[in-house]
């Protein structure tokens, strides 16, 4: 088996290497100072002028829509499998994404529209989201019911002549808290009497329409993550024309599946990425400290959380690399083990190793001196974006025991070793 990335794929890390070395990381502390000065100025809801002029770069650089496969409206899209390493490096610095138009939840909008939206949707919405020209949200889970079992939701979508009205109450809005978000996509019920995975459809939503109201946004570990901001958003009597149903009525699952595989896949590169940098900064800090008469990397046990890290950092890599290949020859349905593999491990992976970088830190780990504090919170709530664990391992397993159900009739008799 060939681990080697292409010769496309090196250029690439190349040049986003370079471009994160110039621009990037020397910015961190603009990015964080312009949101603290707007909100000192009464309003945090406003973005940030280093991403709008490091957004040119990056287009220039060669650096843009990188995460779109198999699209002729971005030609520059890569395969799942070479996206994945330039993701990761993305991934070390929050506000990095965004920067070469590859952030959440536009990526998976993006692809949704592009396989299941008309021409016209595309026309009117994916183009735009490609220049980079407008953000957009996904309004899926719901506070007044458990939506790990999205059957649950309850926003309801009628049909009403040549329109849907929608009605329901969203939270966890990723991304309506920016101005520039034009557009939502809506998962919601169309038909309470069908089938427990054929109620549910999904529908475009501008987010200018007339009964859209944007209430409050929602903190992480008290961080409120503006620009961006994670949303409750009530729908109220919403009217769209009905070419803005993806797909058709009772496919909202059959969407799902389709956006939320790559989803997870580009939060778990991101993770990835992070671990790495909470690694190097672990490091760093530990050669460059003494405690009790010698320097703290010295002692053994943080040359066990060093060597641990490690491991599980390139563990995590190889089955996301695994998982990023199938999705390109077997396709998102036939991957979903790896898939689930892949959320379960890596998120709680960058946990583990932040946490240690936070105590290699001592007080400064959990201050906002370093980004490590607000990497974990990122990385524990990934634990619950896109489905919590417990779910994905539930499917895990349920996948697993199918493998070894026994046919009608037959038994299986174990066979001892010597016998």
Known sequence: MDFNYTPKVQELQAHLLKFMDEHIY????????????????????????????????????????????????????????????????MGRVPFAAEVFNCSAPDTGNMETIARYGSEANMDQWLDPLLKGEIRSAFLMTEPEVASSDATNIQCRIERDGDDYVINGLKWW??????PRCAVYIVMGKTNPDAGRHEQQSMILVPSNTPGVKVIRPLSVFGYDDAPHGHMVVRLTNVRVPASNLLLGEGRGFEIAQG????????????????????????????????????????????????????????????????????????GNKVAKAEIAMIKIVAPRMACQVIDWAIQAHGGGGVSGDFPLAYAYASQ?????????????????????????LLKSGEIKVPVMRGS
């Open 380 to 404: 524990r709530t990934l634990r619950l974006a896109d489905g919590p664990d417990e779910v994905h391992r539930a499917s895990l397993a349920k996948l697993e025991l199918a493998k070894h």
């Open 26 to 89: 020397p910015n961190e502390a603009r990015f964080f100072r312009e949101i603290a000065e707007n909100r000192a100025k009464g309003n945090a809801w406003i973005p940030t002028t280093i991403i709008e002029e490091l957004k040119p770069k990056a287009r220039a650089a060669g650096l843009w829509n990188l995460f779109l496969p198999h699209s002729p409206r971005a030609p520059e899209g890569l395969s799942n499998l070479e996206y994945a390493p330039l993701c990761e490096i």
């Open 259 to 330: 956006r939320l595989g790559p989803g997870r896949i580009h939060h778990c590169m991101r993770s990835i990425g992070i671990a790495e940098r909470a690694l190097e900064l672990m490091c760093q800090r530990l050669n460059s400290r003494v405690a009790f008469g010698k320097p703290i990397a010295t002692q053994s046990v943080w040359r066990e959380h060093i060597a641990e890290a490690r491991c599980m950092i390139e563990q995590a890599r190889l089955l996301t690399l695994k998982a990023a290949y199938m999705m390109d020859t077997v």
């Open 173 to 178: 809005s990723s991304g309506a808290g920016d």
